[in-house]
Structure formats: structure tokens, C-alpha cells
């Protein structure tokens, strides 16, 4: 397992990559978006970015902006959002990445069917899913709740597109998520990526781990059990030390105490303050 933090994309990328490369993190999740990492300004600033990367020795994945529609009624705009996702494939593979996360349909339940919101995403990831294979890149999908996807839905999904998922935690445990334990049961195999993050059970706080209600502990224990991989913390908190204390505290339940320790003697100087 591997520790993994996201940039926000309203803060300088390189700031943010530096910072997460003296919070010891082993990879950036760059998320290819507006405003200051939108595909031209990775693709301009491409060498000073991976200098920063290659400076902390961190590793890369990346996502796509999580409120482009996956499956418009609007064959126009579906064809538009196509061609941005497409484009932030290609500055992914650029940066030399190799999974890239795409959440499932954002638009409001009031605007079509179910019928033709299931349809339109599953028509759209067989498309979406072939370009990103063509690039070297393996298209991940992420749960959101069952309002936007669920389990049954991806269960369909799944039959008709053979990709992997980016399991969210934080997502399965909103007032709409369907738990934790679901998802693992019905998609252990498929899962690829982790997001990690805490809430209070009812809306997408994105909290530091604890700060929440979820039995950190028990969720890092069911999730080892299944799947050995990037977990990237997506603690959205405005005082960043909330994200140095996250990744401490999973890499103490998922490593040991003694084994944390240990690793510190090998990490770069620590930031002074
Ligand atoms: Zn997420």
C-alpha cells in the first residue's frame, strides 16, 4: 500500500506538489482542472512539474474534473465532454501516469430518465474506456452514492465494460452511500484505487480521518483484508497539517506503530517550520 495525496486545483500545482513531497507522501493524484491545472498549463509548465515530482521522488495518478457530465442527453455537449476528457488523457500520459479516475454522472435525476442516465453512462465508458487504453492508461470509475450510480447499476456496468474502479470511502458513507462493506463484497476484484477521507455520515464532508464518524480502525482493517494498493487521502481541510496527520495515522494502522517508526529513519529531512 501506498500513500497518495490529491492537489486542489484553486492552489499553485507545483506549491502543491512540493508540499505533499515534505509531508512524505509516495504520490501526487493530480487533478487535471480548472483553474490552475487545467491540460494547457500542464502541458506548458510539463518540465517543472516533473522536476518536483522527481525531487520527493513522488509517484504519480490522476483524475479527471469530477462535474463534467458522463452521460448528457445532449448529444453535443456529451461530444464536448468527450473531447475535454480525452484531452486530460492525453496530458496524463504525458506526465507519464497510469491510472486516471472518472466519477460517475453529476447531473440532477430531475433532467432524464434513470433508464437513459444508466444508459448514456455505460454507452459513454465504453467509448471513454477504449481511448484511455489506447493512451496506456487504465480509466477508473468512481462511486459516488446511489443517487448518481448504484451498486446494482455498476453491477450492470461492470457486465458491459470490463474496467476497474477507484472506490471511494468518504462517498459510500453518505446519507446515500451504500456502505463500505457493499462495495467491497460486490467489487473487491475490480477495485484499483482508494480515495480516503471522513464524514459525519450524511453529506461528502472530506474530513480528516477520525475527525468523523467513520470507525477508522475497522475500515482500514476490512479494506488490507482486500486490496493492496494507492490509497490517496482526500482531506479537503483549509489547514493542510489535517493531511500530514491523516497519512501518519493510516500508515500506523495499516503498517504497525513499530514498522512507522522504523520507516521514519529512511524519510528526506523533515520540513522546518
Ligand atoms: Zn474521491
Known amino acids: ?7 486542489n486545483p484553486h492552489k499553485k500545482l507545483i506549491e502543491e506538489l512540493m508540499l505533499f513531497g515534505e509531508m512524505n507522501f509516495d504520490y501526487a493524484e493530480i487533478t487535471i482542472e480548472h483553474p490552475h491545472a487545467r491540460p494547457e498549463f500542464i502541458e506548458k509548465n510539463k518540465k517543472d512539474i516533473l522536476d518536483a515530482l522527481s525531487t520527493y521522488n513522488l509517484g504519480i495518478v490522476t483524475h479527471l474534473p469530477w462535474y463534467f457530465s458522463l452521460a448528457n442527453p445532449y448529444e453535443r455537449i456529451e461530444k464536448a465532454t468527450h473531447t475535454e476528457f480525452i484531452s486530460a488523457f492525453r496530458i496524463a500520459a504525458l506526465l507519464g501516469a497510469k491510472k486516471i479516475t472518472l466519477h460517475t454522472e453529476t447531473l440532477s435525476p430531475s433532467i432524464q430518465s434513470r433508464e437513459s442516465h444508466v444508459d448514456g453512462t455505460i454507452r459513454s465508458l465504453k467509448t471513454l474506456h ?3 487504453m489506447n493512451m496506456g492508461l487504465d480509466l477508473l470509475i468512481e462511486n459516488l ?3 448518481s450510480f448504484s451498486v446494482r447499476e455498476f453491477t450492470r456496468l461492470f457486465s458491459e465494460v470490463d474496467m476497474g474502479m477507484t472506490f471511494d470511502v468518504g462517498h459510500a458513507n453518505t446519507a446515500k452511500g451504500e456502505g463500505l462493506e457493499t462495495y467491497l463484497k460486490h467489487f473487491a476484484p475490480r477495485i484499483r484505487h482508494v480515495h480516503l477521507h471522513d464524514n459525519m455520515g450524511q453529506t461528502d464532508d472530506h474530513l480528516p480521518l477520525g475527525a468523523g464518524k467513520i470507525d477508522v480502525e475497522k475500515t482500514v482493517a476490512a479494506l488490507k483484508e482486500k486490496y493492496d494498493g494507492t490509497i490517496t487521502l482526500e482531506v479537503h481541510s483549509e489547514d493542510r ?9 493510516l500508515d500506523i494502522l495499516w503498517h504497525g506503530k513499530k514498522k512507522h517508526l522504523e520507516d521514519q529513519n529512511y524519510l ?3 520540513r522546518k517550520e
Open 268 to 270: 528526506q529531512p523533515s
Open 130 to 132: 477504449k481511448e484511455a
Open 1 to 7: 500500500m501506498i500513500i497518495g495525496a490529491m492537489n
Open 241 to 249: 497539517h489535517y493531511l500530514e496527520y491523516s497519512r501518519q495515522r
Open 145 to 147: 452514492d446511489s443517487k
